[in-house]
């Protein structure tokens, strides 16, 4: 049995794929196995993949069923006792696989790991933060989580502030790019919430483990490279889709007193944005991202 198991979904990432698995080969020693799980991609990524990593097991969708369910679908294969979600637009840096292992097999306490995170400048990405509430919700929409000297004493849902991945932390979400658990943690808490396509199911998953008094903890001794964004705009990519998976996550975590007021602040966000970035600064992409948003929300 594999100690560790990898477990990478991929929805037309072919190219980036292969870098990915690459990188884990080129870095990363011991007893592993990697599971690619291919939602129906049009790229030719499963028969590349077959053919470059004959050791690596594939299993492959008829459709795209999402980043939660391909997940849930490589946890079920698994065989390791430490499972590792990976996005398949990362680089392994050298030992980083080995180093946020060995550091959750030395703390027991501890039953997540999240690693730094880096742009492909060497620059850090932001990548977990708290829980979504009403209150960092207006501070996301308003702009004002992303002053760092509000961030050393509030708890925002997304941490922007870049020190904060320069020391060990104790977020209650890391991001689902790479996400270092045990068999043990996925029994207690089940698995990901398959309603959610694709964003926040990670911060979900993350506030069930904390309900069980999981400790969740960002390492940063290592990391890998994100290549964020790279079949679209950084800064737009996802923002529609996330407004309506916070929505389900208030749904389901919070009073339903709270959701006319969370509408309202989405709503108000997306508008305020939709101003700013897509009438006065006059892009067009922008426009039509923050016009979806405010349906959505």
């Not at 926040?200 to 999981?214: L, N």
Request: aromatic fraction near 12%; hydrophobic fraction near 45%; charge should be neutral.
């Amino acid at each position: 049995m594999a100690d560790l198991s990898i477990i990478i979904p991929s929805y037309n990432t072919c190219d980036l794929l292969l870098n990915c698995l690459a990188s884990i080969y080129q870095t990363t020693n011991g007893d592993f196995e990697i599971i690619v799980v291919d939602n129906a991609s049009e790229d030719k990524t499963a028969a590349e993949v077959e053919k470059r990593y004959g050791q690596v097991k594939i299993l492959k969708n008829l459709k795209n069923l999402g980043f939660a369910k391909a997940v849930n679908q490589g946890l079920r294969e698994a065989k390791g006792t430490y499972l590792l979600i990976l996005n398949s637009d990362t680089l392994v840096s050298e030992k980083a696989i080995e180093t946020e292992l060995s550091f959750l097999q030395n703390h027991q306490e501890v039953g997540v790991v999240g690693c730094q995170i880096r742009n492909l400048d060497g620059s850090l990405q932001p990548s977990g933060g708290f829980l979504p509430n009403l209150f960092n919700v207006f501070l996301w929409m308003s702009f004002l989580d992303n002053l760092d000297f509000l961030n050393q004493f509030l708890k925002p849902y997304h941490m922007d502030n870049l020190k904060f991945y320069t020391r060990p932390g104790t977020p209650i979400w890391v991001t689902g790019a790479f996400l270092l658990t045990t068999r043990e943690m996925i029994e207690k808490v089940g698995y990901f919430d398959e309603k959610m396509f694709m964003y926040v199911e990670e911060v979900d998953w993350c506030a069930r483990a904390s309900k069980f008094g999981i400790k969740i903890v960002f390492n940063p001794q290592a990391g890998v490279v994100h290549l964020k964004g790279s079949s679209a705009r950084d800064d737009l990519a996802g923002i529609a889709e996330e407004f309506q998976e916070i929505l389900y996550f208030f749904k389901k975590h919070k009073s339903p007193l709270q959701m006319p007021i969370l509408r309202f602040l989405l709503k108000s966000g997306a508008l305020v944005r939709y101003v700013l970035f897509g009438i006065i600064a006059k892009d067009p992409e922008a426009k039509r991202i923050y016009a979806k948003a405010y349906k959505l929300a």
